[in-house]
């Protein structure tokens, strides 16, 4: 089984960075891509960013260039580099996974607010 507690998440002005972390429990973390969702209010929840278990990466087009996803398989954590943030960036953002048997996985999520 695969559980997820994201971390990093806060206030930060535009053109700031964060670092979100996503720490995983279970043995099969390095065998499963990782995803990072976001959610703004009153919006649906949209993929930001894949991780593959051999370490392929994707990126919406919307935060390529200013987004890193990478993975510590060591330490069963994925994090989610954020540079020159904008406020259309704020949202609560989630680490996600999907496993056979099980479907979907889902961390509690971490708020990010971009604002002056």
């Known amino acids: 089984q695969v559980q997820f507690v994201e971390s990093g998440g806060g206030l930060v002005q535009p053109g700031g960075s964060l670092r979100l972390s996503c720490a995983a429990s279970g043995s099969i973390f390095s065998l499963v891509s990782i995803n990072w969702y976001r959610q703004a209010p009153g919006k649906q929840r949209d993929l930001v960013a894949v991780?593959?278990?051999?370490?392929?990466?994707h990126y919406d087009e919307s935060v390529k260039g200013r987004f890193t996803i990478s993975r510590d398989n060591a330490r069963n954590t994925v994090y989610l580099q954020m540079n020159s943030l904008k406020p259309e960036d704020t949202a609560v953002y989630y680490c996600?996974?999907?496993?056979?048997?099980?479907?979907?996985?889902w961390g509690q999520g971490t708020q990010v607010t971009v604002s002056s």
């Open positions: 996600h996974t999907w496993v056979t048997g099980r479907g979907d996985i």
């Open positions: 991780i593959s278990s051999g370490g392929s990466i």
